[in-house]
């Protein structure tokens, strides 16, 4: 509701007409640093994101990119370059991932422990609503949003950025290594795929039943494909059922299809080489944690300047998330505690201490020339620019200052008040090792994820959004 100002006001307004939805912010950038983590991040795995991290997604979103794009054909459609034209070719590609999802929870053996974007709808769509309810259960905004927080909008960048993926790397068009992919997923579901021969839509342009089909389902495709894929919730060819399924996230093992990841997500393109060369240096380095692993990759790419920077900066923010820490297991269950209190006790003291070692060390590191590198220098030296017995509250008045999306807590006459349920040890700043490592596993370039970065798994989706 909306009322009219005095004519004598002029001062603007903002007047909501509507019920505004706050927007949900992750909490994975405490210090402020995510910017110049992602500036290392693209030099130790480029073309890959955090949620680039099973191989098998892959498999079946090359699957369901090369299916959606005969019907997309079929429609007689033509190219995704236009805004619209990209909406018009995700409406064909959107249902296939949904349906996917089903097909796990309906068939799969613990299908909790497997990444399935959009779950939380789909499961009661499937099995409380009996796939009555409209766009698998969710509202016409979710659907919507599917396309940034679903499957395809965490691993397109791996369609755009890894060669042989798609046409040009457009993210839309299949090309040899998708599908390759595709042909091999669809000879493993067997009686499970849909009814017509793979890339008959579109190479049998006369005659062919599904040439003028799609034209009917336009505006509502996820109907469409309800109505044509009618086997989705069918189990495979026997004895390989399990090979069409999101593997669990606590599995590190290369996959049947090994070959033919290996060949995309490592092929001898630039960044291929990189991801490859990454990955096998983290398997050779004799590390007992994350840092050891980046102390060995400045060795191995030191004529790199994000290499160069790796281990200072990983040591000074785990430094940094580490006092954070402190603070945060002080005040679990409580409304608010004193701050004078909690930086006299001696793991504050000892987390500070060290703290202050790192941005001391990281000031007379060797300079880089890296974009963002002055938000680090910047932490650093509001650290070091204050008496140690003010370096705790210097911290957490920086992270309410700088940091990035929701805060943790702020102080308040000398009070500490949380502002999101405390906890620890979650949102480290890490550069994609593990994901790298793992699918290399999967793909069989690895025998195993490295020890000293199996326990960066719990950084997952939280700290990168998808590439859209």
Known sequence: MSTLASPRDSSPRLLFTAPWEPVVVRRGDALGLRAFADQLADAVAPGMSNRVNDDRWVTILAWCLTRSHEVFHATHARSAVTRREQQQRYAWLRPLELMWVARTIALADQWRDRPLSGQRRVRPWLEVDERQSDRFGMSVDQFRAYRQTGMYGGYRIAFRKWA?????????????????????????????RPWWTSHEAHERENGHPLCRAPKLGQGEEHKWWLRHWTEFLRHSRRGE???????????????????????????????????????????????????????????????????????????????????????????????????????????????VERLSEE???????????????????????????????????????????????????????????????????STRYRFRLWALCRIAVQAGLLSQVPEAIRDDASAGDEQEDSDD
């Open 241 to 351: 059922n399990e090979l069409t399924f999101p593997r669990p996230r606590n599995e590190s093992q290369a996959l049947a299809e090994s070959r033919l990841l290996e060949s995309v997500a490592f092929a001898r393109d630039p960044d291929g080489k990189r991801r490859r060369a990454v990955a096998q240096a983290s398997a050779r380095a004799k590390a007992r944690d994350h840092a050891a692993v980046c102390e060995h990759l400045s060795q191995v790419f030191e004529d790199h300047p994000s290499f160069v920077a790796l281990p200072f900066f990983t040591r000074l923010a785990d430094a940094g998330i580490g006092a954070m820490n402190v603070v945060a297991e002080e005040l679990h269950g409580r409304r608010d505690v004193a701050l004078a209190p909690v930086a006299a006790m001696p793991r504050a003291r000892d987390a």
């Open 164 to 192: 042989g993926m798609t046409v040009g790397g457009d993210g839309w068009t299949p090309a040899g290594g998708t599908l390759a992919l595709a042909r091999w997923l669809d000879d493993r579901l067997g009686p499970a």
């Open 359 to 425: 941005a001391d060390a990281w000031r007379r590191a060797p300079s880089v020339d890296v974009p963002h590198v002055h938000t680090v220098g910047r932490f650093a030296e509001a650290i070091l620019d204050r008496p140690r017995a003010e370096r705790l509250g210097a911290l957490l008045e920086y992270h309410e200052r700088y940091g990035g999306g929701l805060r943790w807590f702020v102080v308040r006459n000398g009070r500490v008040e949380p502002r999101v349920t405390p906890r620890s040890g």
